[in-house]
């Protein structure tokens, strides 16, 4: 591409949305008259590819920058078990420092060691060190997922504040940002209206106990952090602190090129608490797409060339109530009855306790210290507890460690996103997958992702920028890991070494 001989652009502004699905997407694209909508007029891949099983938060903000997939960047879950950890909790938060004493996963230091490989900003800094790094996002894995090791300001939201690591100073934006959040939680929030393109989604749909979704307006009573943090003003407030450090830093008008990585959490919260086809999903996307679209006047008014990318960390599936009302087969799975049943199972056929020592599904460790103890052979351990599962409603397929190590888990699609999800090091003994539109959760409400279906995959991506890019819809095959390739190209530095993605030709100039 002729992009080669044009000066790189400013300013590089990463969006992740996330849970922002291709089929939500897909559904309001036409109704956008926003930032949604002038991202569509640059180079749109309605259904990029987070290309990995086990999609989640964590692992899918750490493709995105990268050019990895989880496998490599060694950020296969948001928690997983570590049982060689010193401390008591054997549990690990994906963005934790947990050799800190006194922590656990639920109560941690935020950190970036566990992401094994450079991000972009980090590689831009490490070519010039003039180059300035900024992250913020509703979640702090996302923040330091996107930002990586060298970041000049970091921010997540911590439930109460926007915070950074210890002992940063606080610019006098994010004072500002805080108070101005405070002060929109401290207010009773009316009713949102509706758009005309929701009404059609303002149904209640039963989900147990009394309680519905799909009809909510986002409105809470003062003081509610929680309700606040599930609406359309979470994002508001994360995207106003993003657009402040733009102007307060001046990025993109120094002598290189600057990064912002922004990650709008709020459309998850919305979709884990209402699901994705009420009212709430379509509230929440109109109002983003306003948001955006604000933030993209901030941006011209600075006069910066910038560029921008909008992705997803994950999709989400429709919650079972509302997946039933279409006929689909959907169901909770309540993962601990279901281990103490496996490792019940194990007992009754060799004799021993306790083989399942431990899991974050749909990882499980198995003892296999213990099952050596006892003559047992680990392969035999492993498949009678495949066995088992695979015996289960719900479950079509299991993964144990003997097969990942042994190179057999290939040729299948399926196969292909599990073994992209496993590492060596963090990863189970054995892995299993839900049916599609079942999910483990022991609750009456809600549902989640991680799965490697469509529905969790898929995710749009889009790529704007006025002197790169190449206007138009493409139904090539775009992966998550193809935007650091991609940008690495503008920018004239090497694709990450052993990247996993590809420069997305197609749509450069
Ligand atoms: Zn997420």
Redesign the pocket.
């Known amino acids: 591409p002729r992009t080669a001989n044009a000066a790189p652009p400013k300013l590089i502004v990463v969006i992740s949305v996330?849970?922002f699905s291709a089929d939500l997407f897909g559904e309001y694209r036409k109704s956008f008259t926003g930032g949604f909508a002038r991202l569509q007029q640059g180079g749109v891949f309605p259904s990029g590819y987070q290309s990995h099983a086990a999609t989640?938060?964590c692992p899918?903000?750490s493709t995105i920058l990268t050019g990895f997939r989880p496998e490599h960047t060694g950020i296969i879950a948001n928690n997983w078990t570590d049982l060689s950890v010193a401390r008591a909790d054997k549990q690990v938060y994906c963005a934790e420092d947990e050799t800190v004493p006194g922590s656990t996963s639920a109560n941690y230091t935020v950190s970036d060691k566990h992401l094994l490989v450079p991000t972009l900003g980090e590689r831009m800094k490490a070519a010039n060190p003039a180059v300035r790094v900024v992250s913020v996002a509703g979640?702090d894995r996302?923040a330091v997922m996107m930002g990586g090791h060298t970041v000049d300001e970091l921010w997540w939201w911590n439930g109460k504040a926007f915070v950074s690591y210890a002992g940063r100073a606080t610019p006098a934006v994010v004072v500002r940002a805080n108070e101005a959040t405070a002060a929109n939680i401290a207010q009773p929030q009316a009713a949102l209206e509706v758009p005309e393109v929701c009404k059609a989604h303002d149904r209640a749909v039963p989900v147990g106990a009394g309680k519905t979704v799909g009809a909510g307006h986002f409105e809470r009573a003062a003081g509610s952090a929680g309700a606040f943090r599930a609406s359309p003003a979470f994002d508001g407030a994360i995207v106003a602190l993003a657009a402040g450090l733009v102007q307060d830093m001046k990025l993109g008008q120094g002598p290189t090129t600057d990064i912002i990585d922004v990650g709008a959490?709020a459309t998850?919260y919305i979709g884990h608490t209402y699901g994705t086809d009420g009212a709430e999903m379509c509230i929440q996307l109109q109002q983003l797409d306003a948001t955006l679209g604000s933030f993209f006047s901030v941006l011209d008014a600075t006069g910066v060339d910038y560029e921008v990318v909008l992705t997803?960390?994950?999709g989400f599936p429709n919650t079972p109530e509302f997946a039933r009302t279409q006929h689909y087969d959907a169901q909770r799975l309540d993962g601990d009855k279901l281990m103490t049943a496996l490792d019940k199972h194990l007992q009754e056929k060799f004799g021993v306790a306790k083989l399942v020592q431990a899991w974050s599904l749909p990882n499980i460790h198995l003892d296999y210290a213990l099952a050596e103890q006892n003559k047992l052979k680990r392969e035999d351990v492993e498949n009678a507890a495949a066995q088992y599962l695979l015996a289960q409603n719900g479950i079509v397929d299991t993964f144990t460690r003997t097969q990942f190590e042994s190179g057999a888990v290939q040729g299948t699609h399926i196969n292909t996103l599990m073994r992209r999800a496993w590492n060596r090091q963090s990863s189970g003994d054995l892995m299993v997958i839900t049916k599609p539109y079942w999910y483990f959760g022991s609750g009456t409400s809600g549902t989640s992702?991680g799965s490697p279906y469509a529905y969790d995959t898929n995710v749009p991506l889009m790529i704007m920028g006025k002197r790169w890019i190449k206007p138009g819809a493409y139904g090539q095959y775009a992966e998550v890991v193809d935007i650091a390739p991609t940008l690495a190209h503008l920018l004239r530095l090497r694709p990450p070494a052993g990247s996993e993605g590809r420069v997305l030709t197609e749509t450069l100039r």
């Open positions: 996330d849970q989640e938060t899918g903000h979640k996302a959490s998850d997803a960390d994950h992702h």
